[in-house]
Nanobody, 114 residues
């Protein structure tokens, strides 16, 4: 059974950094496409960043230069380093894993507010 567990969400002020983590189990992690999505109140869920077993793919324009996705296949984990956070980054962030079937975590709340 695939399980994705996110952590690291918090209430922070603009300009600070957060690191989200996603621990995966029940999959051969190294061959999975992994991604972070986010969903703000009243908005559709959007892809923030993704990473294959061999490297990363482009980020959504709004986070380029501020967010970095990475993975540690030895730890079955994917991370999202978020720097210079803005109020518009406020959302529930979801971990996503795909090989044939899509799998989602339960989400972690990130709130950026002064």
């Amino acid at each position: 059974q695939v399980q994705l567990v996110e952590s690291g969400g918090d209430l922070v002020q603009p300009g600070v950094s957060l690191r989200l983590s996603c621990a995966a189990s029940g999959i051969i992690f190294s061959i999975y496409y992994m991604a972070w999505y986010r969903q703000a109140p009243g908005a559709q869920r959007e892809l923030v960043a993704s990473i294959t077993s061999g490297g990363s793919t482009p980020y959504v324009d709004s986070v380029k230069g501020r967010f970095t996705i990475s993975r540690d296949n030895a730890k079955n984990a994917v991370y999202l380093q978020m720097n210079s956070l803005k109020p518009e980054d406020t959302a529930v962030y979801y971990c996503y894993a795909q090989r044939v079937v899509s799998n989602w975590g339960q989400g972690t709340q990130v709130t950026v507010s002064s």
